[in-house]
């Protein structure tokens, strides 16, 4: 599936920003108009089910499991990017798309490597068929965060307008059940963790990344929804890791 992409800036160092459960492109608003133009070219993809881009048609047979995600947007980006950046959702997808679309570099923000929702065997399978259990996930996710600001709420509730409710169990049925092992880095790889980290990665995990090659970093005083409560410091985290 070909999915919606924006660009912005004009500048020689191409990046592709990849967000998160219910959001869209639009949610990288503050990093990118805290970057320069004449610097950076950003490309904001949103992924099938979000945003503009289109909805998995079930009569087809169409999913939103993680390989639909990933194979989407490897058909939708070009190979050897400056970088790929993906939050949450978008994080862990990425991890899935480094090794054939080889950007120079990943940067993982707060990456869904972990969730704490059962993935795997009898309790798992009784869990996800809770009746009423995908209303009860999409109202819960249907949140947002004040302290973003009323430009940034405003944008994240057009996004959840525009998100296809029906993935919900999917998705996040398919992440609880794949986690990320902690291995060697593809390309040269940064895993950002905001006060909220262990909610996506396990913090038992972190020091293994360390140890096999990743560079980790800590974004102190931050929620998980970084975007929008700190784009520039958004930014500048994403800038550091390029260096």
């Known amino acids: 599936m070909r999915l919606h992409v924006e660009e912005r800036g004009h500048g020689p160092v191409r990046i ?3 967000h998160g459960f219910l959001a869209d ?3 990288w608003t503050d990093v ?13 993809v949103d992924l099938r089910g979000h945003g503009a881009s289109p909805r998995a048609d079930r009569a087809r047979g169409e999913r939103y499991d993680l ?9 939708t980006l070009p190979t050897g990017l400056d970088a790929i950046v993906g939050h949450s959702l978008g994080g862990r997808v990425l991890a899935d798309i480094v090794e054939p679309l080889r950007p120079a570099r990943a940067v993982y923000l707060d990456p ?16 996800w068929n809770i009746p009423g259990l995908p209303w009860l996930l999409a109202w819960l996710y249907d949140r947002t965060d004040p302290a973003t600001g009323p430009a940034n709420v405003a944008l994240a509730e057009a996004a959840h307008a525009a998100w296809d409710r029906s993935m919900v169990a999917e998705v996040l049925r398919d992440v609880a059940a794949n986690p990320v092992a902690p291995a060697a880095p593809v390309v040269p790889s940064t895993l950002v963790l905001s006060d909220d980290a262990k909610l996506v990665v396990p913090s038992r995990d972190v020091p293994r990344y360390a140890q096999l090659g990743w560079t980790v970093t800590r974004f102190p005083a931050i929620r998980h929804d970084m975007m929008g409560l700190d784009g520039a410091r958004t930014f500048e985290v994403i800038a550091r890791a390029l260096r």
């Open 16 to 18: 592709a920003l990849i």
């Open 25 to 27: 492109g639009a949610a």
């Open 32 to 44: 990118v108009a805290a970057s320069d133009p004449e610097r950076y070219t950003f490309l904001l």
């Open 67 to 75: 390989a639909s995600l990933a194979a989407d947007l490897v058909e």
């Open 112 to 127: 869904g490597f972990g969730l704490k929702l059962p993935g795997r065997g009898l309790g798992a399978r009784l869990f």
